[in-house]
Each structure stands twice: as C-alpha cells, then as structure tokens.
C-alpha cells in the first residue's frame, strides 16, 4: 500500500483560503495499474462518502477500479484526517488530500465544482 499525497500550488489574490466542501466532494483522477502500467482514458472519482465492496474481500474502499488490460481489481481510499484547505502565503506546495492507493498511482487531477473559498476582506 502507497501513500500518495495531493499537492497544489497557486498564487490567489484576494482569497485566504481554497477548501473542498463536505464529505461527498469527488476528487477527480485518472489512475495507472502497477502492475501493467494501463492508465485510466477518462477521469474517474474517489468520494469520502461514497464505500465499494472489494470482491472476494470483506473490506470496501473509496474506489474499486478494475484494469481493462490485466483484469486485475485495484483500490484506493481516502484518508479522512488528510483533507485540508490550502492556505494562501506560501511558496511551497501544500498537501490538499492524502489517497491509501494498493495497485494503483494517480497521474493526473482534474479540480472541478465543489471547491469553496474564503475571502480576504469579508472571511466567508
């Protein structure tokens, strides 16, 4: 099992702070299989909320995802104490959410609607 920590980066004006909203916020991603290399043709979500059942397993995950080239069934799951707001001032990347990945790495993010900011001046 990987780690694997969502950074970001940006320079906001005006906005303190950059946050995902509640628990059913869909972290979109596209996933490549160790074990063949097959990357993902569109993006798929991970919900905090959302549960599979693994097949053959008593576990359940975030998101079970099974290979199209070696039919082998990967997973990930959200670590819920990880998800925190990017706060705005510093240079370094910041890590948004963490993902518990087993067979699977992230290749690419696609931020879409769901994301909510606080503004400098008013603070909501």
């Known amino acids: 099992m990987v780690k694997i920590s969502l950074q ?8 303190t702070d950059v946050r995902a909203t509640g628990e059913d916020f869909r972290w979109y991603i596209k996933v490549r299989c160790v074990n063949c290399g097959e990357e993902s ?17 008593r576990g359940d995950a975030n998101l079970v995802i099974k290979c199209k080239l070696c039919s082998r069934v990967n997973n990930l799951e959200i670590i819920p104490d990880s998800i925190k707001p990017y706060k705005a001032g510093g240079s370094a990347f910041q890590s948004l959410v963490v993902f ?3 067979g699977i790495e992230i ?16 603070g909501t």
Not at 42 to 50: D, G, I, K, P, W
Request: aromatic share 10%; net charge negative.
């Open 107 to 122: 290749t690419d993010f696609s931020p879409r609607s769901g994301f909510a900011c606080v503004g400098e001046e008013s």
């Open 100 to 102: 518990e990945c087993r």
């Open 41 to 57: 043709d569109s993006f798929v979500y991970a919900c905090l909320m959302e549960r599979t059942s693994m097949q053959g397993s």
């Open 8 to 15: 970001m980066k940006a320079n906001l004006q005006n906005v």
